[in-house]
């Protein structure tokens, strides 16, 4: 009897840790799965996530000049509000109905202009031994079509560009209109002991998008100014596109400055081989100046990113989300620095 009675126990234990190991697999490859999902579902809503905060970048800046006229007109916050909206769409109408005759004028001969910039970089490439060893490598090993894809998908957008323009109008124009609403929203899914941490983190996010988004608006006007004077000095054509495709692309950094290279040197070498050369150097030689001068300016003032942690930001977020990603790289890391200092960095060093 007591053999039987052992037996039994070992048998019950025997039943019970298997059925404890299959409880214990099925809740890991629940996990595993929930993981996953999220994953994907983050993957496929993240294009929708830049395209908000682009919206917010873009209330921010109205709010931002609605401070300005509040501060120095001592007008009402609400008024001061809708004529910050007013002025910069009489602005921007203002800007495209003087100079859009122009513009479009300058880019119709920019679009002439560059496929002969391209035939005769071909020519001077096909003309050097090396240069036409390197070329026919390229197109044999098929690597210049690999890169060609790779462009397109970083600086693909999420819906096409007119979608994704309308949707940032709209949700710009929402959060501009009542930007509390949507902050009372989020404070109140949050913990109650969380609450006052998330409002303070919002105030820091909504800091550092104003931030990046004066040090950007100040790398504009910097880039295309001196683009524009020295490309005069120059005696190149298309001077205001080129300086407006200039300052719009230092809106990328790193990358931006390399791209709006290119129509500068290939608009230089239908003036000659050495107005290219000249052209790369003035572009190189503006870029050190920002580098070297105005960058940690507005790295002080503004934010601070690591250069090295931008890039690889920029390339992964490239690769995930397309253009918007690239383009917004930079907030959207200092927000995630700034969120690990907050939650995990300062409570560390309290305790």
């Given at each position: 009897m007591k053999v039987t009675h052992e037996t039994t126990t070992q048998q019950e234990n025997c039943n019970q840790n298997n059925s404890s190991y299959t409880k214990k697999v099925w809740i890991a490859t629940g996990i595993v799965l929930l993981v996953c999902i999220s994953f994907l579902l983050?993957?496929?809503?993240?294009?929708?996530?830049?395209?908000?905060?682009?919206?917010?970048?873009?209330?921010?800046?109205?709010?931002?000049?609605?401070?300005?006229?509040?501060?120095?007109?001592?007008?009402?916050s609400k008024l001061s509000l809708i004529l910050s909206v007013l002025l910069n769409i009489i602005l921007l109408a203002g800007f495209f109905w003087f100079l859009s005759a122009r513009l479009q004028q300058q880019i119709s001969q920019l679009s002439d202009t560059l496929p002969s910039g391209i035939r005769q970089v071909k020519e001077q490439i096909n003309s050097n031994p090396v240069g036409k060893k390197i070329a026919d490598y390229l197109n044999?090993?098929?690597?210049?079509?690999?890169?060609?894809?790779?462009?397109?998908?970083?600086?693909?957008?999420?819906?096409?560009i007119l979608s994704d323009v309308y949707i940032i109008i709209l949700m710009g124009a929402f959060f501009t209109a009542s930007p509390s609403v949507y902050k009372k929203g989020i404070i109140h899914l949050l913990p109650s002991k969380a609450k006052n941490t998330g409002e303070e983190l919002i105030e820091d996010i909504s800091g550092i998008l104003r931030k990046w988004l004066k040090g950007q608006i100040f790398g504009f006007f910097f880039i295309a100014v001196l683009t524009g004077i020295g490309l005069i000095i120059l005696g190149m054509p298309l001077v205001f596109t080129l300086a407006l495709i200039a300052g719009l692309l230092n809106f990328i950094p790193n990358f931006g400055p390399v791209i709006a290279l290119i129509p500068g040197v290939l608009i230089g070498l239908t003036q000659g081989v050495s107005?290219?050369?000249?052209?790369?150097?003035?572009?190189?030689?503006?870029?050190?100046?920002?580098?070297?001068?105005?960058?940690?300016?507005?790295?002080?003032?503004?934010?601070?990113?690591?250069?090295?942690?931008?890039?690889?930001?920029?390339?992964?977020m490239g690769a995930l989300a397309g253009f918007w990603g690239v383009l917004l790289a930079a907030p959207i890391l200092a927000i995630i620095m700034k969120l690990i200092n907050k939650l995990y960095v300062e409570k560390q060093s309290r305790n």
């Open positions: 983050f993957k496929a809503l993240f294009s929708v996530i830049l395209l908000m905060l682009a919206g917010i970048i873009m209330a921010s800046y109205f709010h931002g000049c609605a401070h300005l006229l509040h501060r120095f007109l001592h007008i009402p044999s090993s098929g690597n210049s079509k690999k890169t060609l894809d790779i462009i397109k998908r970083f600086f693909s957008s999420g819906f096409g107005t290219a050369v000249y052209v790369a150097c003035l572009y190189t030689l503006i870029q050190i100046i920002q580098s070297a001068v105005t960058q940690p300016l507005i790295q002080k003032k503004m934010i601070s990113v690591p250069p090295a942690l931008l890039i690889i930001a920029q390339v992964a």
